[in-house]
C-alpha cells in the first residue's frame, strides 16, 4: 500500500509564496493521479489542484494563476508552488494519490497525507 507525506507549510506574509512537497512511498502498480486537498477551519475539506500521470493539472478557480502544481512520476512526488497567497489560503493542506494496488484482486485506493499547516498572516 502507499503512503503519501507532505511537508512545507508555514507561516507566510500576504502576498508571499511557500512550496509544499508530498512523496509517495511503498507498493503499488501505479500511481494515478496526485493533488493537494485543504481545509480551512470550520469548512469542508475542498480540492486545491490535481495532476493526473500523464500532467494534466486541474485548479480550484480561486487558486487558478497563482498555484502551479507538477509531479515527478519516476520518484512519485508531487509539489504545489503557492505564489501571491492570501490570508483566505489559510488552511491544513493534504496531499492525495489514488493507486492500482494488486494483491489476489486488483484494488483502486486512496492515499491521504497527514496535512501540513499554511498560515498567511501579516
Known amino acids: 500500500q502507499v503512503e503519501v507525506v507532505e511537508s512545507g507549510g508555514g507561516l507566510v506574509q500576504p502576498g508571499g509564496s511557500l512550496r509544499l512537497s508530498c512523496a509517495a512511498s511503498?507498493?503499488?502498480?501505479?500511481?494515478?493521479?496526485m493533488g493537494w486537498y485543504r481545509q480551512a477551519p470550520g469548512k469542508q475539506r475542498e480540492v486545491v489542484a490535481l495532476?493526473?500521470?500523464?500532467?494534466?493539472?486541474n485548479y480550484e478557480e480561486s487558486v487558478k494563476g497563482r498555484f502551479t502544481i507538477s509531479r515527478d512520476n519516476a520518484r512519485d512526488t508531487v509539489h504545489l508552488q503557492m505564489n501571491s497567497l492570501k490570508s483566505e489560503d489559510t488552511a491544513v493542506y493534504y496531499c492525495?494519490?489514488?493507486?492500482?494496488?494488486?494483491?489476489?484482486?486488483?484494488?483502486?485506493?486512496?492515499?491521504w497525507g497527514q496535512g501540513t499547516l499554511v498560515t498567511v498572516s501579516s
Open positions: 511503498g507498493t503499488s502498480s501505479g500511481i494515478n493521479a
Open positions: 495532476i493526473s500521470r500523464d500532467g494534466s493539472p
Open positions: 492525495y494519490a489514488n493507486y492500482i494496488y494488486e494483491a489476489d484482486i486488483v484494488h483502486n485506493l486512496d492515499a
